[in-house]
């Protein structure tokens, strides 16, 4: 279960936030705004659904744990807030009373070693089950049996509803209540001065006039000419929709870098967050080759007091763009990243979306606007405690979703050393992210070691990968230096004719056929004017034919450029561009 907040720079507005009177309808705030678009766009979507776990250890009264979720509901206007249409416009009302059913289902059936595989399906299951917003209830409770005292309680909304912060809320509260009920005492609750829909009133007031052109001018000047994608090497084609489908894969960041990083982010001003995001954005860099980087990061956007123990969707999102152009030392790019965050949160209080439409990007379906790679870091996860005869467990579940194509979160508690990516499973195999997962704590630790070295310079691969590349790369051979390689193959065509040169699909293409075919097409070649200085482009599939037209460019004393026939149209044509190529050789159905 996940609380983000602001890592610096939080700083509390000036105008206080008025209390409305009555029950609405109250206008939506601007991600709830965004979020209900994209929902009635597509309805059946479960993406943007919240679930979390707890497992229950101990002798649970199960009635006291009905009426104390029963309490939170009543206590947050948030929970009892469905959407409506009033005089044409979207809006939030609060209904006075909300039901709440805690659902009860038994594993009992399953073995105690079956428990984490039955208790993630059921939480997958849940995740994947869509919310009516203007139906209800906002809030989902189900308690899961696994043994006489041993239960999971899942809870889930709609980020509609609430946030990362708000869900942390709810389980503490939901605890306290529950000691309160099974002690006969009282919970000690803070008041809430104001409600979600408060604040919405309150945003939609503050996010116009001179303090809107003050945010939206930072931020234009921010993302003037920023890329429009981080083009990660991905194991499928990108789908023309984002689907939205996805894996996690957990893994320990090493330890013995914490304190040489802390340093390092000491000497330099920076936050763990900012030394962090510096390493990932190096991470990004090298995998891509790309230096003017944008990448996510969520913000609690609780910078006022009286909202902190408030249910609601406050949680703001950052594009934070740096320039890693140049190869600069670490240093130098923690402190480029660094200046990036410092002025981002001075300037967190403009909404996402309100950003979105100022910028009116390309409409892509298959990408996040913006950015496409997100970079967390949880700093106070909630953990472990126990409250009356009973101890509390949060489980980590993967949800099987992912809201971008990658994602990077780094729990900050004990030394900061557990770590996740979330990634699409549209674009990404899991092979690939557990390599990018090794190659980011073997960067970890070359950055611990030097932080003065170049990025290029920085160490990425793990000893077994340099070690696999350095045999790959031992082919030294002794051949005459003065002898082309097309000369060499027909040397060898001429000495071992009948010899297999190529193997395809289990049919072979001797070396007299591979030079008789090339020969054929390098006159043909010739005849097109293809000569010394000449580029020819080769987009072919791994065929005969590719090696056939790579020997036949050489002996028609040309030049070849390969082009991928994997990647994406608009890079073919730039890359034909760049290399002013004047023929190309394919095929009709490429």
């Known amino acids: 279960m996940r609380r983000v907040r602001g890592t610096g720079g939080e700083r509390a507005p000036a105008a206080a936030i008025p209390r409305l009177p009555g029950a609405g309808p109250f206008p939506l705030s601007f991600a709830q705004q965004r979020l209900w678009f994209l929902l009635q ?39 009892r807030s469905l959407i409506a249409r009033h005089e044409g416009e979207w809006v939030q009302v609060v209904s006075e009373q909300m039901p709440v059913t805690l659902e009860m289902e038994t594993l009992e059936a399953a073995s105690p070693a079956e428990h984490d595989a039955a208790v993630e399906a059921r939480v997958r299951r849940e995740h994947a089950r869509p919310f009516d917003p203007q139906a209800g209830p906002p809030l989902r409770a189900t308690l899961l049996r696994l043994s006489g005292e041993r239960h999971v309680l899942v809870l889930s909304m709609h980020h509609l509803t609430g946030d990362g912060w ?47 052109e003050r945010e939206l001018g930072y931020w234009r000047e921010k993302l003037a000419g920023a890329p429009e994608a981080l083009e990660l090497p991905a194991d499928h084609p990108r789908p023309p929709v984002q689907s939205f489908a996805g894996r996690t894969h957990r893994f320990p960041l090493p330890p013995e870098t914490a304190e040489a990083l802390r340093a390092l982010g000491r000497a330099e001003g920076a936050t763990p967050f900012m030394v962090l995001l510096a390493a990932f954005k190096t991470l990004l860099a ?37 320039d890693l152009s ?204 293809v000569g010394p200085e000449v580029r020819v482009g080769v987009c072919l599939e791994r065929t005969p034919a590719l090696v056939t037209a790579l020997l036949a460019i050489l002996k028609a004393g040309g030049a070849y450029v390969p082009l991928d026939p994997a990647y994406p149209r608009e890079r073919l044509g730039w890359m034909a561009d760049d290399a002013r190529i004047g023929l190309a050789l394919t095929t009709r159905a490429l």
């Not at 809320?169 to 008041?191: D, K, S």
């Not at 604040?199 to 116009?208: G, I, L, N, S, V």
């Not at 979330?422 to 980011?440: K, S």
């Open 41 to 79: 766009l597509d309805p059946a979507n479960t993406a943007y659904n919240m679930v979390g776990a707890a497992r229950l250890d101990g002798a649970l009264d199960v009635d006291a744990l009905r009426r104390a979720i029963e309490r939170v509901v009543g206590r947050h206007d948030a929970l």
């Open 166 to 212: 708000s869900r942390a809320v709810i389980v503490r509260e939901i605890a306290a209540l529950y000691t309160a009920l099974v002690t006969g005492g009282e919970a000690e609750l803070p008041a809430l001065p104001v409600r979600y829909a408060d604040y919405a009133a309150w945003q939609r007031e503050r996010m116009r006039g001179e303090v809107l």
């Open 286 to 322: 090298r995998h891509t080759g790309q230096g003017d980087l944008v990448v996510g990061t969520p913000v609690a956007n609780r910078g006022r007091h009286e909202t902190e123990g408030v249910v609601g969707f406050f949680a703001n999102t950052l594009a934070l763009r740096t």
């Open 326 to 529: 140049g190869d600069p030392t670490f240093r130098e790019a923690l402190r480029r990243v660094r200046d990036t965050a410092v002025g981002a949160y001075a300037h967190e209080e403009l909404p996402f979306e309100r950003l979105v439409e100022e910028l009116h990007p390309r409409r892509d379906l298959s990408r996040n606007p913006a950015f496409q790679v997100m970079f967390l870091l949880d700093e106070a996860p909630l953990r472990p405690f126990r409250l009356a005869g009973v101890d509390l467990v949060p489980l980590e579940v993967d949800p099987g979703t992912s809201m971008f194509d990658l994602t990077l979160a780094i729990d900050a508690a004990d030394g900061g050393h557990a770590a996740r990516i979330e990634y699409a499973t549209a674009l990404f195999d899991a092979p690939t992210i557990e390599r990018m997962a090794e190659h980011l704590c073997v960067l970890l630790r070359g950055i611990a070691a030097d932080p003065d070295a170049r990025l290029s310079a920085l160490p990425l691969a793990p000893a077994h990968e340099r070690e696999l590349l350095a045999g790959w790369n031992a082919t030294e051979r002794g051949y005459p230096a003065h002898a082309c390689v097309h000369e060499l193959f027909a040397a060898q065509a001429a000495r071992t004719p009948a010899a297999a040169a190529l193997v395809f699909n289990g049919k072979e293409m001797s070396y007299a056929g591979l030079e008789a075919r090339a020969n054929l097409l390098a006159h043909h070649l010739r005849v097109r004017g």
